[in-house]
């Protein structure tokens, strides 16, 4: 049982390369998100998945697309990085029963240079 | 708008000590104030949490007390060990009738001194 898996752990871009942040989990939950973490300012939703097939913007979407490809995986791309998009990424999978408990994956750390 | 403000920003508690991290918020339908905690390089992790129906929580070392008139919550952490050196997220989510996505505090670094 590995719980959220992500990869990279760790990724240098250029200002306008894309790429995509892979995340996945074996818990069978529903509900996924993907958060980016910066010094001071805390985990900020970029999307959520509340079940396979749907997605929906959080509070820091802009520069960012996700596909939910099935009900273990949740990707995020960035089509034109920027260097404002340097961050930890985390992925997450929510377990509503009994705790509302939002399970972490690792992080990817991306530097946009 | 920032709906769970957070402080202090950092702590640094000596070994044996209370730590105490304050939270507020600013939406009355929330309905679930959950705490993690983030070890260095590590994904953060569910803590303690607590509903608005008790003013408090327990659970070893650590307790939530809940203030619903204030709209305030805070963390204690009690005989505070080296360990316990991390950084605290409270967090604050509405559960009935929503998705429950959780509006995050900026976090709260806590150093314990040994």
């Known amino acids: 049982n590995a719980g959220v898996t992500q990869t990279p752990k760790f990724q240098v871009l250029k200002t306008g390369q894309s790429m995509t942040l892979q995340c996945a989990q074996d818990?069978?939950?529903?509900?996924m998100y993907w958060y980016r973490q910066d010094p001071g300012m805390g985990l900020r939703l970029i999307y959520y998945?509340?079940?396979?097939?749907?997605?929906d913007k959080g509070e820091v979407p802009n520069g960012y697309n996700v596909s939910r490809l099935n009900k273990r995986e949740f990707s995020l791309r960035l089509e034109s990085a920027a260097p404002s998009q340097t961050s930890v990424y985390f992925c997450?999978?929510?377990?509503?029963?009994?705790?509302?408990?939002?399970?972490f994956g690792p992080g990817t750390r991306l530097t946009v240079l | 708008q920032q709906q769970v403000k957070q402080s202090p920003q950092s702590l640094i508690v000596q070994k044996g000590g209370i730590s105490i991290i304050n939270c507020a918020y600013e939406?009355?339908?929330?309905?679930?104030f959950p705490w993690y905690q983030q070890f260095p390089g590590k994904g953060p992790a569910l803590l303690i949490a607590?509903?608005?129906?008790?003013s408090e929580k327990k659970e070893g070392r650590f307790t939530i007390s809940f203030n619903k008139s204030a709209k305030q919550f805070s963390l204690h952490i009690m005989d505070s060990q080296p360990g316990d050196s991390a950084t605290y997220f409270c967090?604050?989510?509405?559960?009935?009738?929503?998705?429950?996505?959780?509006?995050f505090g900026k976090g709260t670094k806590l150093s314990v001194k040994p």
């Open positions: 997450a999978s929510l377990d509503r029963a009994p705790k509302d408990e939002q399970f």
């Open positions: 818990m069978n939950h529903n509900s």
């Open positions: 998945s509340a079940s396979e097939g749907t997605t």
């Open positions: 939406n009355t339908a929330f309905d679930y």
């Open positions: 607590i509903r608005p129906d008790v």
């Open positions: 967090a604050a989510s509405r559960r009935r009738g929503s998705q429950g996505n959780l509006i």
